[in-house]
């Protein structure tokens, strides 16, 4: 089946750093990423959309220069939160799917998710 | 009103026993529905896709209602490695959407 590779699985940084995520599918080409947080015991927030070659959508109060989305291959989707904050602590996961005819029936895939502490 | 809803539960309920979540959505452009298992601290993965015509894996059988905006997960003979929080998930617009989930404990 579809498998996600998000990385790092956690990361402890300094306020006012800036972290990369990284999200790759492994075998197959994701055409659309979708980038979530969640707080604890929250649900998961949608927090942007990336599709291949063009600017990434975001949700609404979700601040674009700080979370700045690249989605340059099919297979790679990064998110760098940028001049990190303590309140910027969470767990971050992303989601890739194909578009082909299969999605309906399996979904969307998540990587494992990265949890980033700010301090 | 929030697009996907959920009872957050908790629900405690004895092991072998029967246990139904509901989720209500409130676009009716909604496209496809989904039902996501999520584990403490891990990310969700896809437990099944729920069709129109309601369809069951095993103990889990997922309902569509289109006409009310519900879906609903049936779990039968609940095991211990049930426990977990059960997110409802609706693709609308090539987004998918999460309700805050249901949890579910099962006892021994």
């Known amino acids: 089946g579809a498998v996600v590779s998000q990385h790092p699985s956690w990361v402890i940084c300094k306020s006012g750093t800036s972290v990369k995520i990284e999200c790759r599918s492994l075998d197959f080409q994701a055409t659309t990423m979708f980038w979530y947080r969640q707080f604890p015991k929250q649900s998961l927030m949608l927090m942007a959309t990336?599709?291949?070659?063009?600017?990434?959508?975001?949700e609404q109060g979700v601040e674009k220069d700080k979370f700045l989305i690249n989605h340059a291959s099919l297979t790679l989707s990064t998110l760098t939160v940028t001049s990190a904050h303590p309140e910027d602590s969470s767990f971050y996961i992303c989601s890739a799917g194909d578009r082909g005819p299969s999605w309906l029936a399996y979904g969307y895939t998540f990587g494992s998710g990265t949890r980033l502490t700010v301090v | 009103r929030k697009e996907v809803e959920q009872d957050p539960g908790p629900f405690n309920v004895p092991e072998g026993a029967t246990v139904a979540f509901n989720c209500t959505y409130s676009n009716s452009a909604s496209q496809s529905f989904f039902w996501y298992r999520q584990d403490c601290r891990k990310e969700p993965k896809l437990l099944m896709s729920?069709?129109?015509s309601g369809n069951e894996d095993g103990r889990f059988t997922a309902q569509l209602n289109r006409a009310s905006q519900y879906i609903s997960l049936l779990i039968r003979d609940s095991k211990l490695s049930d426990s977990a929080t059960y997110l409802c998930v609706v693709n609308r617009d090539d987004k998918i959407i999460f309700g805050k989930g249901t949890r579910l404990h099962i006892l021994p």
């Open positions: 990336s599709n291949e070659g063009s600017k990434a959508t975001y």
């Open positions: 729920v069709y129109s």
